[in-house]
C-alpha cells in the first residue's frame, strides 16, 4: 500500500511541476463580455460550422452542450464577482483541481478552477467542468488536502450531474415544446433566456442527498489523489464553528445542510474504511498564500 502512495506522490509532482493551468479569464472573456454588453458570440461547439442550425437538445445535452452551458453560466457569474488577479494562485487552483478532476470518471472534460473576489464563504460548479470557490473560503484552508477536499466536492456535483438536473426539470426546460424544438442559430440567446443567471443556478439549493454524495465522493477522489482523506472534513468542521448569523455563511447555510449534518452522514457512510489507508499527504508547505 506504502509503495503505491510513494508512486501516486510521484506522479503528483511531476504532475504540478509540468501542468500548464487553464486561463479561466481568458477563457470566458467574451461570455462575461456578452453578460455585460447584451451582445453574443456564437460558438461552433454547440452550433458546428458557421451558419448551420442545430437544435439544442437540452433533454440529453451532448458533451459539447454540457460545456456551453458551464460556460453561460460561469461567464455570469464572473461577470458579478470577477476572478483574483493573482495568476500565480490560479494557476495552483487549476494544478490541484485537475488533478483531483483525473482521478473521477469524467477526467476527460476540460476541467477549469478559480477563485472570485468575494469574502462570502462558498464554492460553485456548474456542468462541463467549471469550478469556482469564495476568497473568503480559500482564507480558511489551511493545507492542500483541504483545498483538494473543496475542490472534489465541486468535482463531484458535475461527474453526477446535479446542477445539469435542475436545468433540465427546471420550468422553463418544461415549456420547451415550442422554444426548445426549434432550430436555433443564436445558441448563446437561448441558453442565457433557459439558464437565467449563474450565480443563481450554481447557488440554488441541490437536494440533501446530492450534498451528501457530493461529500462522500469527495473524500474518496482526495483519496485516491494521495491526499490525506479528512480534508474535507476538517474545512467542514472549520465552517460548521461560524456563527450562523454571520452573513459570510449566509448563502452557504441555506443552500447547504448544516456542516454538522453533512460530517455526520460522512461518518455514517465511511466509518472505519478509512483507518488503514496510509502515507496520504496533507502538502502545508506547498500550500498557496494569499498575498492579501
Known sequence: MRIIYFFLVFIFATFISQA???????TLKDVVKESTTGKTTSTSNATGSEGSKKAFNWKSPSPQEEIQIGREITGNLLGASPLVKDAAL?????QVGRWVANQSERADLPWHFGVIESEDINAFAAPGGYVIITKGLYRKLENEAQLAGVLSHEIAHVVRSHHLKILQKSQLLDLGAGLLGKQIGKDNQVIQKVIGSGAE???????????????R???ALTTRAGYEPYGLPEVLQTIGQTDKDESSVALLFKTHP????RLLKL???IGNRLDNVKGGKTLNNRFYKLKN
Open 20 to 26: 500548464q493551468a487553464f486561463d479561466l479569464g481568458e
Open 90 to 94: 490560479q494557476k495552483y487552483v487549476n
Open 201 to 215: 443556478i450554481c447557488a440554488r439549493s441541490l437536494d440533501k442527498n446530492a450534498e451528501f454524495e457530493a461529500d
Open 217 to 219: 465522493m469527495g473524500v
Open 258 to 261: 448544516h456542516p454538522d449534518d
Open 267 to 269: 461518518d455514517e457512510a
